[in-house]
């Protein structure tokens, strides 16, 4: 089923329930009401009548044949013509007295077979002093009887009511089925509106999903009207920007790899053809290393782009980053000592406690360190805790960033150098931010410096130091 015919289904059975439970329970709460206020009209019009003062004793002593002594009782019973249909007074065996029907028709004694039914209730009157009957049909038409008992006798005086409140209860339940209907015929098309203002935007949206999956996605995602869908079309929008950058990087990456790997290739070919030809040991050696030094290379670069192509695990294990650093400017250190330079590093005696992989606060102080290396005689690799962070601070004495590569520096496979593939800072930035730090580089004119270059990363540091400093750490 569809979510517009759900909705559609949902709501005007919804609709339907509560208005015909509701309007069921209305007409019998308004049909026990009339019911009861017609009871009691019959009862109160028939105590009246007793309490006008009906003659107990004539009534009592009236015999067949007595109908012409009945004519004053008779006078006062067809005053009542104007509340009900009939009136008698019933004897204790169930005959008429006196009644308003002529004398002739209706004689004293006359059985009266109509109220034979009504037994109980009779009873009941010359019990309680009233009564009433349950409604019932002559001619189509709804009657009750009403019974109040004559004073100190056991004669009753029954009236006839006509119970006509079915009329206004037929037009409630007319009324009560209309508005039903018309409350499920709203509710449905309110459905059909909100169905149709949740189901374009979401047929929309999934029909952009669909020309995502298959590669078009040169087309906007177009913000959808609402809190949640515009929400949904624009973290689609990013979706499909990420999707596309992604698919520019792996392009770019792809034709990196090509040609970074290809020189180190034609090397290769070269020192080998060179060595096979050569008679000279020494030549042939000196030519085998340099194969080594390109199969070196060409591990770096691959080992470079795997770096920034996995994902990286980022576990949360508490490290004192000391450990990592060290051994970065360990491995740096030796180059720049050959040629005469210095690696100059500054640590606190205190753990830099963070939760951080070492192996990858390693790799990514060691990519800063190398590309100062190879610039500046003079590195200085600093370490110390600022404002809740660990910040690992290296500088160097070169020639610094080029101004139109300062905004693009961490991005992939932008250098400015005729070797390598430009992952190096990417990797930096992707360590970084892995483990919900960050990495900046300095301007030199917001360093006391004027020249050389200054990177910064920052990883959350830990509240809770180990209380001894020389306690070993994770890694």
Do not use: C
């Not at 049909?31 to 009691?40: F, Q």
């Not at 006798?153 to 018309?182: C, E, H, K, W």
């Not at 300062?406 to 992939?412: A, E, G, Q, S, T």
């Amino acid at each position: 089923m569809t979510l517009r015919a759900l909705l559609v289904a949902v709501f005007g059975s919804f609709a339907l329930v509560v208005s015909a439970a509701g309007g069921y329970q209305a007409w019998r709460e308004a049909s026990r009401a009339l019911e009861s206020e017609l009871d009691r009209t019959a009862t109160s019009i028939a105590g009246a009548a007793v309490e006008s003062g009906l003659p107990s004793s004539l009534v009592s002593g009236l015999q067949p044949g007595m109908e012409d002594l009945m004519a004053p009782v008779q006078a006062r019973l067809r005053r009542l013509r104007r509340y009900v249909r009939e009136a008698y007074i019933v004897a204790p065996d169930n005959t008429s007295v006196v009644s308003t029907l002529p004398a002739d028709s209706v004689p004293i004694g006359t059985p009266l077979l109509f109220l034979e039914p009504f037994g109980p209730e009779l009873e009941e009157a010359r019990t309680t002093g009233n009564a009433t009957t349950p409604s019932f049909m002559i001619n189509d038409e709804l009657f009750k009887w009403g019974f109040a008992e004559l004073e100190q006798t056991d004669y009753v005086l029954a009236v006839l009511m006509p119970a006509d409140y079915l009329a206004p209860l037929d037009q409630l339940r007319r009324n009560l089925i209309f508005g039903s209907a018309l409350a499920t015929v709203l509710a449905v098309a309110l459905a059909a509106l909100l169905a149709s203002a949740l189901t374009e935007p979401m047929e929309r949206l999934s029909r952009v999903a669909l020309r995502i999956q298959r590669g078009r996605m040169d087309e906007p995602v177009a913000t959808e009207p609402g809190q949640e869908l515009g929400r949904l079309s624009r973290a689609m929008e990013r979706m499909r920007r990420g999707i596309l950058e992604r698919d520019e990087q792996l392009r770019l990456m792809l034709a990196q790899v090509a040609h970074e790997i290809r020189n180190p290739l034609g090397g290769l070919e070269l020192f080998a053809a060179a060595a096979a030809e050569t008679e000279d040991a020494k030549e042939r050696g000196r030519l085998i290393r340099r194969v080594r030094g390109e199969v070196s290379a060409l591990n770096g670069i691959i080992d470079d782009f795997l770096t920034f192509a996995r994902p990286m695990s980022n576990g949360r294990e508490a490290s004192d980053l000391r450990l990592a650093l060290g051994d970065a400017a360990d491995l740096v250190r030796a180059e720049l000592e050959d040629r005469g330079g210095q690696m100059v590093v500054t640590f606190p005696e205190e753990p830099l406690m963070a939760r951080v992989s070492l192996d990858y606060a390693k790799r990514a102080t060691l990519n800063l360190l190398r590309n100062a290396a190879q610039v500046s005689d003079v590195v200085r690799l600093e370490g110390r805790l600022e404002h809740g962070e660990v910040l690992i601070r290296v500088t160097d004495e070169g020639p610094g960033v080029d101004p139109e590569l300062r905004p693009r520096i961490f991005d992939p496979f932008v250098t400015d150098k005729e070797q390598g593939a430009g992952l190096g800072l990417a990797i930096v930035r992707k360590v970084a931010e892995a483990f919900k730090g960050r990495v900046e580089l300095v301007l030199p004119e917001e360093t006391d410096d004027a020249v050389g270059a200054e990177f910064r990363i920052y990883f959350p540091s830990l509240e809770d130091l180990p209380p001894d400093p020389s306690a070993p750490v994770g890694g």
